[in-house]
């Protein structure tokens, strides 16, 4: 993946925070490859369906991990 920097002019006050990641097939294979190999491990805290995306990211209770919300059962 490639993170592509913004083209306009830089703030006044010197801070920027906008990007662009421009996803790249080869290296999206890549990382799959690995994964399915076992040298690239995911680390998956929850996983919540789309009805419950709000419940999931207000948790009272820190889960270790990414959180994913599933769009389609």
Do not use: H, Y
């Amino acid at each position: 993946m490639t993170i592509a920097r913004s083209t306009e002019a830089r703030p006044a006050d010197g801070l920027e925070a906008d990007f662009v990641l421009v996803s790249d097939r080869a290296q999206l294979g890549e990382i799959l490859w690995r994964v399915r190999d076992g040298r690239l491990r995911t680390n998956i805290g929850t996983v919540a369906t789309f009805d419950g995306a709000c419940a999931a990211f207000n948790r009272t209770k820190r889960i270790s991990g990414k959180t994913i919300i599933r769009v389609r059962p």
